[in-house]
Antibody, heavy 119, light 108 residues
Framework: QVQLVESGGGLVKPGGSLRLSCAAS????????MSWIRQAPGKGLEWVSY????????YYADSVKGRFTISRDNAKNSLYLQMNSLRAEDTAVYYC????????????WGQGTLVTVSS | EIVLTQSPATLSLSPGERATLSCRAS??????LAWYQQKSGQAPRLLIY???NRATGIPARFSGSGSGTDFTLTISSLEPEDFAVYYC??????????FGPGTKVDIK
């Protein structure tokens, strides 16, 4: 069955860096656009970044532009998010989400990984 | 950026009752609107896409309607597992993809 498994979250100091990974299985990863979506504790959903199936198109939310970098390795069925210059307001559960060309919404989600930015 | 607002913030209902949730966009999104369900401690799940199409495996008690700026998610008869937070999301004008703040459906 479809699985998206995030890893790499943890506690980091303000200004620090972290790299999140998302391992995909059970579907043709290279056919899917992918995104990172986050949710601060007790808050709603915030889209963070998007990457096309080939990796040729990439977009970011203004709140992370210049600090975060999304990438993918279709040979490894993996999605990544490099997060630099982290701030307290980046504290959230980070979900990787699959965006199918058929439905064109986020129809696959991982279970999330918690990133806490605190001194 | 398209801003989505949802009402009410909380809806207190009993199992078996009908739930009507609203999502309003700051400008027209045509029919490019989805609804997601998120249970406590879980990832969101896609329920409805393009305003009125049920996603794979979603029960028929969930239905969506609307176009332009006003949308509705209806749960015809609440089951115990339906008590959750519901988010709308637009893909009409992106980036960014935007989500509404959510409506919590809790047990009365």
């Amino acid at each position: 069955q479809v699985q998206l498994v995030e890893s790499g979250g943890g506690l980091v100091k303000p200004g620090g860096s972290l790299r999140l990974s998302c391992a995909a299985s059970g579907f043709t990863f290279s056919d899917y656009y992918m995104s990172w979506i986050r949710q601060a504790p007790g808050k709603g959903l915030e889209w963070v970044s998007y990457i096309s199936s080939s990796g040729s198109s990439i977009y970011y939310a203004d709140s992370v532009k210049g600090r975060f970098t999304i990438s993918r390795d279709n040979a490894k069925n993996s999605l990544y998010l490099q997060m630099n210059s982290l701030r307290a307001e980046d504290t959230a559960v980070y979900y990787c989400a699959g965006y199918s060309t058929a439905v064109r919404y986020f129809d696959y989600w991982g279970q999330g990984t918690l990133v806490t930015v605190s001194s | 950026e398209i801003v989505l607002t949802q009402s009410p913030a909380t809806l207190s209902l009993s199992p078996g009752e009908r739930a009507t949730l609203s999502c309003r966009a700051s400008q027209s999104v045509s029919s490019y609107l989805a609804w997601y369900q998120q249970k406590s401690g879980q990832a969101p799940r896609l329920l409805i896409y393009d305003a009125s199409n049920r996603a794979t495996g979603i029960p028929a008690r969930f239905s969506g309607s609307g176009s332009g700026t006003d949308f509705t998610l209806t749960i015809s008869s609440l089951e115990p597992e339906d008590f959750a937070v519901y988010y709308c999301q637009q893909r009409s004008n992106w980036p960014p993809f935007t989500f509404g703040p959510g409506t919590k459906v809790d047990i009365k």
